[in-house]
């Protein structure tokens, strides 16, 4: 049955709140307000963030009605850097689930009666509520990382559902042939400013990989001295892994000839050879890239890869504009707490052979993040406009943490070329 627009947007709030507190439910209250590392936000911040940001836009802008405006201050992320959000007068655990309780219970009634008719751009196709959902659920993936930095081995796990295993061996890598395609979007009701406006880019003809970089093929530049080989490394990555004496992807600890990795929370477990390496950061992408001979794809290679064919037209998903099923993606809240073995979703693949672009780990590319030509930035400058430059990479497609109305195939996030906690790996092409 199709739900009309204020059903889904109701089902949609509705799940991701759900996904946001079973997440935080096996938390104990004195770790729900403890920072787990300075590159995050004690979860507790993160619980009564998303609920103030609702707050903000579906009470505040659609409805000129607030809650508790006091809360602002403490929850803007622009005010107070993660490292200093611990000493600020934060709602406590039970404090947080009743805030973000009464603004949902608000947000419900004013959903009831706005009229999303109305043509204005904030709310053309339930706009701002689509942006509301995509922040939580991006919180819940920030997290998730959260969890994982912090190591809790007894944090409950759903049981992996099985994948496929492809029956016969995946080429390498798929060629893409050169010419204009369409990069990002104007149809995308829910979709960020810096996807936009549509636009043709023409590219000329690549290989790129039909699967991401696994853990064995990372471990072989491992063993074979890349983390020790300058001429591997772009200059800042060189001085970045001397400084922060990078050896291996963070999570692996050395076991004779091979490796542990303690990458799905506390667990320890033996390095599984056909996963996606993942926890890698941009410097160690690109140094893998050159020692294997190849490069990584800019956003472009990777965007017409993922979301054009032969017969030129956009595909929301690389199989298509199909919702996002265990069969053929890896995401949240359904994943495996981790990445599925590659060539695991062949029903997933792009019109040129590629699996595994959404869901599994978040893949670096080569691009700086830089607004498309004829952008303009909405509803807020903060969103993207105020990150655009060369100090950030762009990933793409999402990875197991990610949920899937918070990705699609024209979605980009970015950060440093440092970050390692985020769950990205890489896949890499070549000129053809
Ligand atoms: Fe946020």
């Known amino acids: 049955m199709e739900l009309g627009l204020k059903e889904r947007i109701e089902h ?6 759900r996904r946001s507190l079973e997440l935080l439910d096996p938390v104990p209250p004195d770790e729900l307000v403890r920072q787990h590392s300075p590159l995050m936000s004690p979860l ?26 006091h809360l602002d201050g403490v929850y803007d992320a622009f005010l107070h850097a993660r490292r200093d959000r611990p000493a600020l007068a934060l709602l406590g655990p039970a404090e947080a ?187 160690e992408a690109a140094a893998y890239a050159r020692w294997a001979g190849r490069r990584l794809p800019s956003e472009a290679e990777w965007e017409k890869a993922a979301s054009w064919g032969s017969d030129g037209v956009k595909r929301r998903f690389p199989w298509g504009n199909a919702a996002p099923a265990p069969v053929r993606a890896n995401l949240a809240p359904a994943s495996r707490f981790g990445p599925a073995s590659a060539g695991s979703f062949p029903a997933g693949a792009s019109p040129w052979g590629c699996q595994q672009m959404v869901g599994d780990v978040w893949e670096w590319t080569a691009s700086d993040f830089l607004p498309y030509p004829g952008f303009r930035a909405f509803p807020y400058r903060e969103y993207s406009e105020v990150f655009f430059g060369s100090e950030y990479k762009v990933l793409r497609g999402g990875s197991w943490a990610t949920h899937p109305s918070a990705v699609r195939t024209t979605f980009r996030n970015w950060d440093f070329p440092i970050r390692r906690h985020i769950f990205a790996g890489f896949r890499c092409a070549r000129d053809a």
């Open 97 to 283: 689930r009743r805030y973000v309780g009464d603004v949902r219970g608000r947000v419900l009634d004013v959903l009831d009666r706005v009229d999303l008719d109305d043509t204005t751009a904030l709310l053309d196709r339930g706009f701002v509520y689509g942006i509301v959902v995509q922040h939580e659920q991006q919180h819940d993936e920030t997290m998730t990382a959260a969890i994982q930095l912090w190591g809790a081995d007894d944090y409950p796990l759903s049981q992996p559902w099985p994948v496929p295993v492809s029956a016969k061996p995946l080429p390498a890598e798929v060629v893409v042939p050169g010419g204009p395609f369409v990069m990002g979007t104007d149809m995308e009701p829910w979709a960020y400013d810096n996807e936009r406006p549509a636009h043709t880019v023409d590219l000329l003809p690549f290989w790129i990989d039909t699967t991401p970089v696994t853990n064995k093929a990372f471990a072989a530049f491992v063993s074979d001295g890349g983390y020790d080989d300058a001429r591997l490394w772009v200059q800042a990555g060189w001085a970045w892994r001397q400084e922060a004496e990078l050896r291996h992807p963070q999570f692996w600890a050395p076991d004779g000839a091979g490796w542990w990795v303690r990458d799905r929370f506390g667990r320890v477990e033996t390095l599984p050879p056909d996963e996606p390496v993942q926890h890698v950061c941009w410097y």
């Open 12 to 17: 949609e709030l509705d799940g991701v709140r």
């Open 44 to 69: 507790v911040w993160d619980l009564a963030h998303v609920g103030n940001y609702e707050e903000q836009w579906l009470l505040g802008s659609v409805a000129s009605t607030r809650l508790a405006p």
